[in-house]
């Protein structure tokens, strides 16, 4: 089978038994999400209630995402998955017994999704972090569709199996049902063995990574992009999920089951689209993908607006489903294949605040336009928002990244200490300087501005290049580093991307004469200025 094909992952086994419990957590967290919303419905008049649901379910990603992002990096990832699973089953356990004693209120409802939310929240980042290292960078375009369609496949399924409980055996079925999911996960995660991994410097303070992981995302041109996306994009074009349980409601005449099937629909195009992105990926440029999709979201929220055909609402909402994967797909993947090892849960819990940030302000917001202006009219506003934000956002950079650039490298130069170093000590001040050959100054300056943002993402602060006034062919790169440790790390994080981008600038200096110095702040031993 060919790597670049979307099952190709699933020939790892190891990723294989992630992907499938991965799969029985999208389907429990879309049973929730579907099926509070409907119950919901049921509990209340207000759309803004019912637009809350989504927003308790997706909020947490905003409030815990990074800190989870963070923590993944830093402990034991098993056991960290073990109790954010374990608080999962505790908010569901709570909600059956709530609902099977007719004890649900609609504040209660609330809350309890909040606490899914959470547990959710601060597993995401960890779990794709653990999957995607189960597989080679080259396949994580492929893994990432094999998500997409795990997630949506799970959108139409959790949905449908959820509003079927719902109808035929009550609420209370289906939170059973979703805290048998998490037991099972549970279960799996028990018996999982994970790779030990040996680190040679202690790990970072949870602020530390905090830190870092902004620093490296703020310094990455792509990733920046890429966030930038997700959030006007998704914000823009969350109406359509908020207010979909009102369209099948009062619009279409329809039940559960049939709202059901409208998520459905959505899940159906989905699937479509991810089957055929690693496809696309090779034949369209990714900016013109993500274009096309966001125009064609626009257009079929608009028209969804404006129909109480059934079955031409169902169309709608599958091409809706594959544009939607068009752009958010396609930006995961680039986020997930432009981080490097060390950081990589930090930035993907950035990109989920990012993306179910953007869910949780659209759901409450479009629900507030939708309780003044009706559903109808704040769908056509969605549709026009998401046009204004491919204006916004018509300067992105959106390239894949590759094992190759991102893999780490040893240094090959020698630290030469001639005292002993505390790890705590520093500030470090690092001197690098160049005596770049006169014709290329223009082209030596532009290598050392981007060799500077690769130190700047690995840790170097007030990074500055500087020309010699008594010798204009001579540079002088400088920057500050927090503590000995920290340069240690920095030098520990350089990626092949990093070193190539290194050989480049060298490319225009006299190559015996680039020397590095390194300085560490000397204290005043009487505590005095």
């Known amino acids: 089978m060919n790597q670049g094909a979307t099952w190709y992952p699933l020939k790892h086994r190891q990723f294989r038994l992630f992907w499938s419990a991965g799969a029985v957590i999208n389907i429990a967290i879309w049973m929730q999400t579907v099926g509070a919303a409907w119950i919901m419905v049921g509990l209340t008049d207000s759309a803004w209630m019912v637009s809350l649901v989504q927003t308790a379910m997706t909020l947490p990603v905003f409030l815990f995402g990074l800190p989870g992002g963070v923590i993944a990096d830093l402990v034991n990832r098993k056991y960290w998955l073990l109790f954010t699973q374990s608080v999962m089953l505790t908010a569901a356990s709570i909600l059956f017994i709530l609902a099977a004693t007719g004890s649900l209120s609609a504040w209660m409802l609330l809350s309890l999704t909040f606490l899914l939310g959470t547990g959710s929240a601060l597993s995401m980042s960890a779990w794709m972090a653990v999957t995607l290292t189960l597989i080679p960078r080259e396949i994580v375009p492929a893994a990432v569709a094999l998500n997409a369609i795990s997630t949506n496949v799970a959108r139409a399924l959790g949905p449908a199996i959820g509003g079927l409980l719902i109808a035929v055996a009550g609420q209370a079925s289906m939170f059973l049902l979703i805290a048998c999911c998490f037991m099972g996960v549970i279960l799996f995660l028990i018996g999982w063995r994970p790779v030990r991994v040996s680190n040679v410097l202690p790990p970072e303070t949870f602020l530390g990574g905090m830190r870092s992981g902004l620093r490296y995302i703020r310094h990455s041109v792509s990733l920046i992009s890429s966030l930038k996306q997700v959030f006007i994009f998704t914000s823009c074009a969350s109406a359509l999920w908020a207010l979909l349980p009102l369209i099948a409601k009062d619009q279409l005449q329809m039940e559960a089951g049939g709202y059901g099937l409208l998520m459905g629909a959505l899940g159906a195009g989905a699937v479509i689209a991810a089957v055929n992105l690693t496809r696309l990926y090779r034949l369209v440029a990714l900016r013109r993908l993500v274009v096309v999709g966001a125009v064609a979201f626009a257009l079929v929220t608009a028209a969804v607006s404006l129909t109480d055909v059934v079955w031409l609402v169902w169309l709608l909402l599958v091409v809706a489903g594959i544009a939607w994967m068009a752009v958010n797909a396609t930006v995961a993947t680039i986020v997930q294949t432009c981080a490097a090892d060390w950081v990589r849960a930090r930035v993907a819990s950035v990109y989920l605040l990012m993306y179910m940030g953007a869910m949780a302000a659209g759901g409450a917001v479009w629900g507030l336009v939708a ?159």
């Open 371 to 529: 309780d003044h202006l009706g559903p109808t009219n704040s769908l056509l506003l969605s549709a026009v928002s998401i046009v204004l934000g491919l204006w916004l956002t018509r300067d992105g950079v959106f390239v894949l990244g590759s094992e190759a650039d991102y893999r780490t490298v040893s240094q090959t130069d020698k630290l030469v200490v001639a005292a002993e170093i505390n790890h705590s000590d520093g500030p470090v001040s690092v001197e690098i300087s160049y005596r770049a050959l006169n014709e290329f100054h223009q082209d030596f300056i532009k290598c050392a501005y981007a060799v500077g943002q690769s130190r700047r993402r690995n840790g170097a602060r007030n990074w500055r290049l500087y020309r010699d006034l008594a010798d204009p062919n001579r540079f002088v790169e400088r920057f500050i580093v927090e503590s000995w440790l920290g340069y240690l790390r920095q030098r520990d994080r350089v990626t092949q991307a990093d070193q190539n981008t290194e050989s480049q600038l060298l490319r225009y200096v006299i190559s015996t004469d680039v020397a590095t110095k390194r300085y560490i702040h000397q204290p005043n031993a009487l505590g005095e200025w």
